[in-house]
């Protein structure tokens, strides 16, 4: 069974790098059949989507992070990561990593099936 | 970017109870709309995708439907493990958009 592991430094100061590495076992990231993707919560809130990334190393970036973010895989170890530059308080959540899944026959309706726990990163000096 | 707009934002229901969440989306998504559970401290979990397609192991009592741009998650005779946050996702095109979320609380 594939599962997915974050991992990260727990706390990041204002105006540094943010980076989280997502663990892919049981499995190859290097599927045609599934992008990887980050989706982030802040305490108390809502899911909000971060970015997705295909084997090919296609990325696609939420218009509000765009500016600051990196998603890049390393298939050698069967990971994915995220970069988020110059954080700020609001950049705090929990982050996680998840496959998304096409489903379906003729046409794809892609899902996220499978996440990771999540890693709670809070921004503070 | 595609809004969704889900409702109620909160619910109170009893166990036994029908419960019905909507999810407006505000454009033509087709049917590429997912519903996921939240629990506290946990991960989502995909209940239904496609817009009313039962992700494997998921209880029947849960149930999805789409009318034009509504899409609505049903849950059959609510159970003690179905308190949760429910939140809609729309996979038609990116940015990829969540719901605010449906908080299913005790009665």
């Known amino acids: 069974q594939l599962q997915l592991q974050e991992s990260g430094p727990g706390l990041v100061k204002p105006s540094e790098t943010l980076s989280l590495i997502c663990t892919v076992s049981?499995?190859?990231?290097?599927?045609?059949?599934?992008?990887w993707g980050w989706i982030r919560q802040p305490p108390g809130k809502g899911l909000e989507w971060v970015g997705n990334?295909?084997?090919?190393?296609?990325?696609y970036y939420s218009p509000s992070l765009e500016s600051r973010l990196t998603i890049s895989l390393d298939t050698s170890k069967n990971l994915f990561s995220l970069k988020l530059n110059s954080v700020i308080a609001a950049d705090t959540a929990v982050y996680y990593c998840?496959?998304?899944?096409?489903?379906?026959?003729?046409?794809?309706?892609?899902?996220?099936?499978?996440w990771g726990r999540g890693t709670l990163v809070t921004v503070s000096s | 970017a595609i809004q969704l707009t889900q409702s109620p934002s909160s619910l109170s229901a009893s166990v036994g109870d029908r419960v019905t969440i909507s999810c407006r989306a505000s454009?033509?998504?087709?049917?590429?709309l997912g519903w996921y559970q939240q629990k506290p401290g946990k991960a989502p979990k995909l209940l239904i995708y496609?817009?009313?397609t039962l992700e494997s192991g998921v209880p029947l009592r849960f149930s999805g439907s789409r009318s034009g741009t509504d899409f609505t998650l049903t849950i059959s005779g609510l159970q003690s493990e179905d308190f949760a946050t429910y939140y809609c996702?729309?996979?038609?095109?990116?940015?990829?958009?969540f719901g605010q979320g449906t908080k299913v609380e005790i009665k």
């Open positions: 496609a817009a009313s």
């Open positions: 996702l729309q996979d038609y095109n990116y940015p990829q958009t």
């Open positions: 990334i295909y084997y090919s190393g296609s990325t």
């Open positions: 454009q033509d998504i087709r049917n590429d």
């Open positions: 998840a496959r998304r899944r096409c489903s379906g026959g003729d046409w794809c309706f892609w899902n996220f099936d499978l």
């Open positions: 049981g499995g190859s990231i290097t599927s045609s059949k599934y992008y």
